[in-house]
């Protein structure tokens, strides 16, 4: 008890120590805005600007940190609803955000990486609203199977910046899956999948009740995967950590580990003031991987167990102000195996967050203030210093690879506030943000921005700014220890009818101080630059009859900045004192924005009652890869890529569909993890669901 006392004590003088900084004006502005009178309605503060009837579907929490429909919140929305879910038989996050506008999931062999608007791992990415994957290596999201889609009812997705209101990392945007309460299910409901592909087997089952005052809601789910078939020749390397194996033992042949993963998802409700919820998983990822010509395969694997603990609460103090709680508890042990090697690390954050809304200005206005604090940390965080498929190759019999460990830990305190006001056709917003940590730099965060609504139309015009903190090798290489930063400028013009809805989004991001680690040579950390991203988002949906809907999306992205500059130690010498000198090669390629074009086309087709067809065909143009150290440039050709999936529903006591994907059985490259690799070829699928 002395210890928590300790540490609440030294959160509030952190905070107290933080408003100094914030400006007077804001400060004081804000404080009139408290005293104020409301003379609103009551619950004006839980209810004020929320969605409009019938829009119940596309409900969203994180523009605004309240629940709202995505056509009016203060950012540029979606929402993949879990019809959105089953209609393409998204299995996880990755299937789920595939031919979202803006999106491209690089399928790698180890799992999917995301572009958001040519910017690789740059969302932040949240279970009901806690940060998922890892802090330091920001491409270990964990939006494979690693989180089943099982208690999942929406996914929200801001594209723009939203540091405001999350903090560090909401750099390109923020991703916020939603998990099912027990008033979302009454009863249980199961559900079997199987598929050719290396012939995968998943099961879950959902439990839901209400019981006076309490609500309570359990998933368990489970899956046996063999996600490559690919034969490895390098079978053992690491030897006794000192020198490589012997070439007579090195090399041989062999396949994959089957993969799992488990997890376990379950909260209570109680009277919507008090939610407890808790996540574990335990997962293992096996997969093979090259090097850059193919010559040599290994194996290598992750396996993780993750755990979540979080408490909120949610009281109205007036019945124009409420205040709110959250709190939670994250770790993440994982074991990352690399060929005959074990790699062990560990991150865990504690985090606390009180939130003050008052509706002011009988109801047009709505005042957010927050307060947060949170502790990272990092143990055993591998940083390497060689490139792991240099060493694998027989000429190679003395040296083993380097690489280090760092422990890690920040401290985080932020104040943060954010004021929106209706004038009725027209709204308008704006937010900052102070963030204090113990490592990086101090950072103040900006948002603005107005909708116009005009019957049918509804435009929006945003700014922000976020920073992103550094991964694992530059917190060890980069004494200064810089955040990125993004200026973010969007305008979307929105229409909409009742068998129709489009829209037209703008942008521009300009990342400063970036700062990338190259996959692909080896070479370390990049020279820090400036970079310009700008892009054109369209969407369509539209109901053409009673039985066909249609939609599409268009994503258009540009890029303006210099390559990506490095400095490669290819060899090292000893000069006539006996002194050690590194010689460094200077490497550069362009920088990596992914596809500059993306798009997809959706038909969705209620041939009868009970049986639906719905197809999916998403195009990506092609990108290159360079090899600088062998000067070798390889391409990946654009492709076609195209789903089916057949649903029968209410016609037997369970509902069936039937998926074949990768109609074309396309096999183009795409980047993998050191080389490139190739897609999953065709396969088809069972999906059997039941709910009682």
């Known amino acids: 008890m002395g210890g928590m006392t300790i540490s609440i004590y030294g959160m509030m003088t952190k905070i107290s120590g933080m408003m100094t900084k914030i400006s007077g004006l804001f400060s004081g502005f804000c404080l009139a805005l408290c005293l104020l009178p409301g003379t609103g309605y009551a619950g004006a503060a839980a209810d004020t600007m929320l969605m409009f009837v019938g829009e119940e579907l596309e409900v969203l929490s994180i523009a605004s940190r309240r629940q709202e429909a995505a056509w009016s919140a203060p950012a540029v929305a979606r929402v993949i609803t879990r ?61 494979d199977f690693e989180t089943s889609l099982a208690p999942v009812k929406r996914i929200e997705v801001i594209r723009g910046t939203g540091s405001v209101l999350w903090g560090s990392d909401a750099f390109a945007g923020v991703i916020n899956v939603v998990p099912k309460t027990g008033k979302d299910l009454q009863g249980v409901e199961t559900g079997l999948v199987s598929s050719t592909h290396h012939y995968p087997g998943e099961a879950f089952l959902n439990y839901g009740m209400t019981h006076s005052d309490w609500s309570s809601f359990l998933s368990v789910s489970g899956r046996k995967d063999r996600h490559q078939d690919d034969r490895f020749n390098v079978v053992q390397f690491w030897n006794d950590g000192i020198t490589p194996e012997p070439l007579e033992t090195r090399y041989g042949s062999g396949y994959p580990e089957d993969s799992h993963y488990i997890s376990v998802y379950a909260n209570a409700v109680y009277d919507d003031w008090l939610t407890f919820s808790v996540k574990i998983a335990d997962n293992k990822n096996a997969y093979t991987v090259s090097d850059w010509d193919r010559n040599f395969l290994w ?43 074990s790699l062990d690390r560990e991150e865990s954050s504690v985090f606390g967050e009180i939130i003050y809304d008052r509706s002011l200005f009988v109801s047009h206005g709505l005042l957010t203030l927050g307060a947060s604090w949170r502790r990272d940390r990092y143990e055993d965080i591998p940083v390497w210093g060689s490139f792991v498929p240099d060493f694998l190759q027989p000429a190679n019999e003395v040296f083993l690879p380097q690489v280090n460990t760092i422990d890690f830990k920040n401290d985080l305190g932020a104040i943060f506030g954010q004021y929106r006001h209706d ?4 709204e308008l917003w704006g937010g900052v943000r102070y963030d204090n940590h113990d490592q990086y730099d101090d950072r ?50 929105s229409w909409k009818s009742v068998d129709t809805q489009a829209s037209v989004t703008a942008f521009i991001n300009e990342i400063e101080n970036h700062v990338t680690e190259d996959r692909y040579t080896g070479a370390g950390l990049s020279m820090p630059n400036s970079q310009t991203i700008y892009g054109a988002e369209l969407e369509l949906d539209h109901q053409l009859t009673d039985r066909i809907k249609l939609g599409a999306n268009l994503t258009l992205l540009n890029n303006s900045g210099p390559n990506e500059v490095y400095f490669y130690n290819d060899f090292n010498y000893t000069d006539g004192d006996g002194n050690l000198v590194r010689h460094f090669l200077q490497l550069e390629h362009d920088y990596d924005m992914g596809p500059d074009i993306l798009g997809t086309v959706k038909a969705s087709f209620q041939v009868t009652k009970y049986l639906q067809l719905v197809s999916e065909l998403r195009y990506f143009a092609g990108q290159d890869l360079y090899f600088p150290i062998e000067d070798v440039t390889k391409s990946c050709d654009d492709a076609w890529v195209m789903d089916l999936h057949l649903h029968v529903k209410h016609l037997f006591p369970f509902d069936l569909s039937v998926f074949v994907t990768n109609v074309f059985d396309n096999d183009n490259s795409i980047p993998g993890v050191y080389s490139v690799s190739q897609p999953p070829s065709a396969a088809a699928g069972l999906f059997l669901h039941m709910t009682w």
């Open 83 to 143: 019809n959105d879910m089953d209609d393409k038989n998204a299995f996880t996050i990755a299937d789920s955000l595939e031919g979202t506008p803006g999106f491209y999931v690089n399928r790698t062999e180890k799992g999917s990486n995301v572009y958001m608007r040519g910017i690789p791992d740059s969302a932040l990415m949240l279970f009901d609203t806690v940060p998922m994957g890892s802090g330091v290596i920001k491409s270990d999201t964990m939006m």
């Open 299 to 341: 194996e290598e694997q992750t396996a993780a167990t993750t755990q979540m603990y979080k408490m909120e609460m949610s009281r109205n103090l007036t019945p124009d102000s409420d205040i709110r709680f959250t709190g939670y508890y994250t770790r993440l042990v994982q074991d990352h195996a690399i060929v005959d090697a």
């Open 423 to 426: 004038l009725g056709d027209v």
């Open 444 to 493: 103040i965060s900006f948002n603005a921005g107005m909708a116009w609504h005009l019957d049918n139309y509804m435009l929006k015009l945003l700014y922000g700014t976020g920073y992103r903190t550094p991964f694992a090798r530059r917190l060890k290489e980069d004494l200064d220890h810089k955040l990125e930063k993004i200026n973010s400028l969007n305008a979307q013009l």
